[in-house]
């Protein structure tokens, strides 16, 4: 046993050793550069190379590498069946040259750029099933030897590994992906209700859209439902059983909004302590949903035209395009056909995300689906509660009819479930409802004689405490509800000293 031990190569022990990190390590990216990382160390290499192929472009980027100079030689790229890397791509055959200056396939165009005196190469493909995927390559020796034909049966133990790698990161994205599709069709609260004219017509219209790659926009006043169509849209498609993302672009200022959609390498600005994976990365092959696309500044509207026509983006800080299939559906409160035209909103941007428009009713344009939702929302929240079935009066089923509801399905749906938590029994009354206890003539308490800016801020303190005290001090809500950015609305309850 013990000369079986001696005999073994150590490359191929610690090659066995490190092959079970690829079940252990969830981060792609690291793995893979530990695993070429691993190579050159075992294979004495002076510098090496991982290349992932892009189908669709042809092209190989390089995604690690070692050496002196590993950051210069990824800002290039390899065009499919040029120079040695393109070659072993291409034909999917393993390639060594003991002598690059006497092989007929060698470009020596990257080695001469970045000013890296390359003598032998050794080249394998990486592949899934019979499908090639990359390629990994290591360059001379640190001894001074050639690259010997020994050497390439640990060098595609190395490429194994590494197609193995990105076959189950593919396998966990996409069973993730699964969960989170199934989570969603199972939640009830993504269900859409509603038997109106107006909400039928744009369910069939979105079920029409969902088997179609292009862009949808959807427009409609706050609280309409404009997510619960994306889902449908998303579910009732080929994506079904890819990721559904979703992006709240009012939420968040630029410089964050950059990195959630598009990722940033370690270090790439001040608090980048780690890779971050973008949410557009994280959508291939699903659905990316962005909420509040008119709040988007100029500079993220340009970033996300590019996206849209090529399909390719960067991560911040890196210089490796990434090319992610994945359908856009936009949503907005706004009118962005008018702030195109005040220049608010860039035309270009606009006709890519505008190819189908469907529009969100609001509820006072539906009134025969307010009994309805009233209906399904009481049930979920007694039901939440464990509370026996409860019913609604026939008084507080008028008002509600009649009521206007500006902040339509959500403030129906916060109604509800205040009704449950805080009425005093069963049915619900007139007095459960918050939309009761007010004719609508709220002033503010401002008086003749106030000056104006007086008048203006006591109204919005007032108007403030009113809505946060309506959403019991979600601060969240109560800015959805007034259609303004949490961070505002943050500024004003600090500015008026409200507690909440």
Known sequence: MKERKKSEDPRLTFLNNISSLVTSVSDLDRLLELIIE????????????????????????????TGDKKDDVKKFEVSLGKGIAGYVAKTGKP????????????????????????????????????????????????????????????????????????????????????????????????QIVGESSEIKKVIADAIKVANSKSTVLIEGESGTGKELIARLIHRSGPRRDKAFVIVNCGALPETLLEAELFGHERGSFTGALYKKIGLFETADGGTIFLDEIGEMSQTMQVKLLRVLQ????????????????????????????????????REDLFYRINVIQLKMPALRERREDIALLAEYFLLEYSGDRGLKKMEISSEAMKVMLSYDWPGNVRELENAIERA?????????????????????????????????????????????????????????????????????????????????
């Open 38 to 65: 691993s190579a050159t160390e075992v294979m004495g290499a002076r510098a090496s190379s991982l290349l992932l192929l892009d189908k669709k472009k042809e092209k190989l980027y390089f995604q690690a590498a």
């Open 95 to 190: 390639l060594l040259v003991e002598d690059v200056e006497k092989g007929s396939v060698w470009d020596k165009k990257i080695s001469e750029s970045i000013g890296f005196d390359t003598k032998s190469i050794a080249c394998v493909p990486m592949k899934i099933g019979e499908e090639v995927i990359g390629v990994v390559e290591i360059i001379d020796r640190e001894d001074g030897k050639p690259i010997r034909s020994g050497d390439m049966d640990i060098l595609m133990a190395f490429a194994n590994l590494a197609a193995s790698a990105i076959m189950k990161a593919t396998e966990y994205k996409k069973m993730v992906a699964e969960n989170v599709g199934l989570k969603s069709q199972l939640d009830e609260r993504y």
């Open 310 to 345: 090529e399909s390719t983006f960067n991560r911040i800080g890196s210089s490796v395009p990434i090319t992610v299939d994945v359908r856009v559906i936009s949503a907005t409160n706004k009118d962005l056909s008018k702030r195109t035209k005040e220049g608010k909103f």
């Open 420 to 500: 449950v938590v805080m009425g005093d029994g069963n049915p619900i009354m007139v007095s459960d409802l918050p939309i009761g206890k007010t004719d609508g003539g709220f002033d503010g308490g401002v008086e003749v004689g106030m000056t104006l800016r007086d008048a203006q801020d006591l109204f919005k303190k007032e108007f403030l405490k009113k809505t946060l005290a309506y959403t019991h001090g979600n601060r969240k809500k109560a800015a959805e509800i007034m259609e303004i950015q949490r961070t505002y609305l943050s500024r004003l309850i600090s500015e008026f000293g409200l507690r909440f």
